[in-house]
């Protein structure tokens, strides 16, 4: 088991992340595109090519099942779900198959709501509750642990 971070587009929870691998003694891998420069004295940094979504598939490529992976993408959680893995979002929750559908079929509504106007759609980020550091540090402990006990 380990701890994969999508670090193009989730890295200010990198820290905690590691806190939690370090204790467990399990690895933990942050991949990047070229342009982000992060360091890291416990995670193994792989910097990818340029070009969309290739952080997602060397992250897909390197996971096996109960791995946990953190990133704020859908469409790699879903991925992650379909090869047994626990994608995990920044704002504190374990993606499922519901919540990947909720956000997929927001986009859509969204994305035909621009086409037929020419505008976009302000999206609800406001809303969508602050969560602290320890709940997000419970959430990636609880799982961690329960993967290990297996």
Known sequence: MKILIDGDSCCNRKGIAEKVAKYYHIPCKI????????????????????GS???????????????VVITNDSGLASMVLAKGGHPVNTRGYEYTESIINSFLNKRYARDRYSKATGRKLKTDHYLRPYITYENFFTLINRIVRKEIAH
């Open 53 to 67: 979504d290739m952080a997602d598939f060397a992250i897909i490529n390197d996971m096996e099942r109960g791995d």
């Open 31 to 50: 991949f990047l595109g070229p342009a982000c420069d992060i360091t890291s004295s416990y995670s193994e940094i792989h910097y990818v090519s340029e």
